[in-house]
């Protein structure tokens, strides 16, 4: 029987010919049945698959076999059996060349060299965030849109109302978090490589001590579960939407419609739009428009 595994990895580094590394990876997947989402630019690569943890083994040693990926740090959760023993969390493989890994709207910012992102924040490790926490007064900034840092979030953490990643960079020049500059600043996202991109960014406009959880919240809660500083669940990118890291998982999250507690996420019902929606599933069965919908409905 197949034990479905789900694998979570970046890498930035300088590649000078995305589209090739493009076609070998998705003759790579296509040929051990992995499928998932691939995303590659001239800064690196950024990837969430799903499939049998064997298959999902070889892919890893023979992506690894590519000397700027030798180092990657992959990253392992587990999958959702179909009857046939693979994964039910993606349905089809895509491997696509982009501009940027992260959609910042920042592509002529970003400096990547072999050693990755130049001047970026400094990396801490779930151990090294509860040491720095206890040695000084942190702000955590989240680094995910607000309906992901609606359903689980660091306790009293800054939550920019951005809806997508190419806000960012409007709400750090608007001043809202000018009086940030000069205290530390601990940024977080679900695997880690948004960090990898919005540090430098907050670097760059005059943010004077930036971290970054290393490996984000997927890490921090192996480590710490719901024992720690993170509160609610994780929103993940594929079929589960959400998951939680233990049996007694807060809900921090409210229902837009009547206030309930829950940590639903619900697509919008306008087929014309890619808005989400924290909505408990009571609220959900009524209808399924998102608030600016439903106010011109």
């Known amino acids: 029987?197949?034990?479905?595994?789900?694998?979570?990895?970046?890498?930035?580094?300088?590649?000078?010919?995305?589209?090739?590394?493009?076609?070998?990876?998705?003759?790579?997947?296509?040929?051990?049945?992995?499928?998932?989402?691939?995303?590659?630019?001239?800064?690196?690569?950024?990837?969430?698959?799903?499939?049998?943890?064997?298959?999902?083994?070889?892919?890893?040693?023979?992506?690894?076999?590519?000397?700027?990926?030798?180092?990657?740090?992959?990253?392992?959760?587990?999958?959702?059996?179909?009857?046939?023993?693979?994964t039910a969390d993606f349905p089809r493989l895509s491997v696509r060349v982009r501009d940027e890994l992260v959609t910042f709207g920042a592509a002529g910012e970003l400096e990547v060299d072999e050693s990755g992102v130049v001047d970026g924040g400094t990396h801490l490790t779930p151990a090294e965030l509860h040491a720095l926490v206890e040695s000084k007064d942190v702000v955590f900034f989240d680094g995910r849109n607000q309906v992901e840092s609606a359903i689980g979030h660091f306790a009293g953490a800054v939550r920019p109302p951005v809806e997508t990643t190419r806000e960012f960079i409007a709400a750090l020049d608007s001043g809202a978090y000018d009086h940030l500059k000069d205290q530390p600043v601990?940024?977080?996202?679900?695997?880690?490589?948004?960090?990898?991109?919005?540090?430098?960014?907050?670097?760059?406009?005059?943010?004077?001590?930036?971290?970054?959880?290393?490996?984000g919240i997927a890490t921090y809660g192996e480590a710490y579960g719901d024992d720690g500083l993170w509160k609610g669940s994780l929103y993940v990118f594929d079929d589960r939407i959400t998951m939680d890291f233990s049996d007694h998982t807060e809900l921090v999250g409210s229902c837009d419609t009547c206030a309930a507690p829950t940590n639903h996420v619900a697509d919008c019902g306008d087929v014309s739009c890619v808005r989400q929606m924290v909505r408990c599933p009571a609220c959900f069965a009524d209808g399924t428009m998102c608030a600016s919908h439903a106010a011109v409905a």
């Not at 590394?21 to 690569?45: A, E, F, M």
Request: glycine residues 10%; charged residues 25%; aromatic residues 10%.
């Open 1 to 86: 029987m197949a034990t479905p595994k789900v694998l979570l990895f970046y890498a930035f580094t300088p590649l000078p010919d995305p589209e090739a590394v493009r076609l070998w990876q998705h003759t790579l997947c296509d040929s051990l049945g992995v499928r998932g989402r691939i995303i590659i630019s001239k800064d690196g690569i950024n990837a969430t698959l799903g499939g049998d943890v064997v298959q999902l083994k070889k892919y890893v040693r023979g992506t690894r076999a590519y000397a700027p990926f030798k180092e990657i740090d992959f990253k392992w959760s587990e999958g959702r059996a179909l009857e046939d023993g693979t």
């Open 186 to 215: 601990v940024t977080y996202c679900t695997g880690g490589i948004r960090c990898e991109v919005l540090t430098p960014l907050m670097k760059k406009r005059g943010f004077q001590e930036v971290y970054q959880l290393d490996g």
